[in-house]
Nanobody, 117 residues
Framework: QVQLVESGGGLVQAGGSLRLSCAAS????????MGWYRQAPGKQRELVAS???????NYAESVKGRFTISRDNAKNMVLLQMNSLKPEDTAVYYC???????????WGQGTQVTVSS
């Protein structure tokens, strides 16, 4: 089992910044992928950014150049620095972990990010 605990959401004005953190505990393989997804009201959950334990990164087109994902493998943590936030970034953001080789994905409880115009 893996537990994911997120923090750092909140309310910010357009153009502002927020940083999300996610700490994983439990059975975390050395080879894994951690990432952030988001779900806005009435929309499907979508990938924001992901990073492998080896450091390979993938971003959604809508956040490239504004968001930065990073991780601390020793602490099993993943961070998402969000700059130049837009109202359309408003959503519940979920941390995600996939242990490579295991057909299961773990999710955090979600943290609300609200960007006012």
């Amino acid at each position: 089992q893996v537990q994911l605990v997120e923090s750092g959401g909140g309310l910010v004005q357009a153009g502002g910044s927020l940083r999300l953190s996610c700490a994983a505990s439990g059975v975390v393989f050395s080879s894994n992928v951690m990432g952030w997804y988001r779900q806005a009201p009435g929309k499907q959950r979508e990938l924001v950014a992901s990073i492998t334990s080896g450091g390979s990164i993938n971003y959604a087109e809508s956040v490239k150049g504004r968001f930065t994902i990073s991780r601390d493998n020793a602490k099993n943590m993943v961070l998402l620095q969000m700059n130049s936030l837009k109202p359309e970034d408003t959503a519940v953001y979920y941390c995600n972990l996939h242990n490579v080789g295991i057909p299961r994905t773990y999710w955090g409880q979600g943290t609300q990010v609200t960007v006012s115009s």
